[in-house]
């Protein structure tokens, strides 16, 4: 029993600081904002991530048939999408308020497949908790709501894109190809942006590259090595939280105390949600992190190999 709840502590501990590292990653791409924009900052990332990635997955390119390539090719450009919204949302409504909106996705998705009251109960919670995240104020900017909620799109995508990935290919590859399809789709811009990178602004976002998508992701397979995916999704749902004490921390963005209770009641309608659907599918999933591109649709993968 006592090495059991050693390995579930440790299990926590590791899942907490991926969650740490990954909002972290984001707070301090933000700081390059003001010389390249999101959009620099997202170009250098999902560079950064493929550069890990591919050498540790190697898929094999020239034997994949078009029925593995082209949700790969489709996942490539979610996560383009997914990253400039949320990048967008923060540089325009705060770190805390950008990831509570981000997880809109993945609730709506966990609301819809539940049918019970409970889950109306849920939806409900969730929508108060948005009320009152837009009360007039910063919150209220239209352009960050719709990036915030862009990314929310992108993430509900990604995780329908993942659950076909993770039955075409083995590991890490999928996320790989997808990884590098973002690379590849956001290079241009980053050779167009190059002039306007200070040495500040470059290490921010390379930073945030690793932060944001390499510690994660090797944060999630250790962690759930350790835990029930069903414990490590609701786990998940703290994202928003540990974002807005980031933001305060890190990068002083204050938030009034009922934006506070809005980002609470959304975590906490999150995880009831997240809770519910993995009690009556049996744990048999994980469910995927704020970054996702690695971790979940590998262990998907594995367990239904």
């Given at each position: ?45 999902q ?91 910063p919150s ?33 590859q999928?996320?790989?190809?997808a ?19 200070t ?24 962690a ?82």
């Amino acid at each position: 029993m006592a090495t059991s709840a050693r390995i579930r502590v440790t299990g926590i501990a590791i899942a907490l600081g991926g969650a740490v590292s990954a909002q972290s990653g984001a707070a301090f791409g933000s700081t390059a904002f003001a010389a390249v924009g999101p959009i620099g900052v997202v170009a250098v990332r999902q560079l950064i991530a493929a550069a890990v990635l591919l050498p540790v997955a190697r898929p094999p390119v020239r034997s994949l048939r078009w029925s593995q390539w082209w949700p790969c090719l489709a996942l490539g450009g979610v996560l383009s999408i997914m990253n400039f919204g949320l990048y967008t949302a923060v540089e325009r409504l705060g770190l805390g308020l950008a990831v509570t909106l981000e997880f809109l996705g993945p609730l709506a998705l966990a609301l819809l497949a539940g049918r019970r009251l409970v889950d109306a109960a849920g939806a409900v919670l969730a929508l108060v908790g948005i009320a009152m995240l837009l009360q007039p104020g910063p919150s209220s900017d239209p352009v960050g709501i719709g990036a915030g909620l862009l990314a929310a799109a992108g993430w509900a995508a990604y995780i329908l894109l993942g659950r076909v990935i993770g039955q075409r290919l083995p590991g890490l590859q999928g996320p790989a190809l997808a990884t590098a399809t973002s690379a590849a789709t956001t290079l241009p811009i980053l050779i167009l942006l190059w002039s306007q990178f200070t040495p500040a602004a470059l290490l921010a976002a390379v930073v945030a590259g690793v932060l944001s998508s390499a510690i994660p992701a090797s944060a999630d397979v250790m962690a759930l090595r350790r835990l029930p995916t069903s414990f490590f999704g609701v786990f998940m749902s703290t994202h928003p939280l540990i974002g807005a004490l980031i933001g305060f921390l890190a990068l002083g963005q204050s938030l009034a105390p009922v934006a506070v209770v809005g980002i609470a009641l959304v975590a906490l309608a999150n995880a009831v949600a997240v809770g519910l659907a993995t009690l009556r599918r049996g744990a048999a999933e994980p469910v995927p992190t704020s970054e996702p591109a690695t971790a979940s649709i590998a262990i998907r993968s594995s367990e239904r190999d």
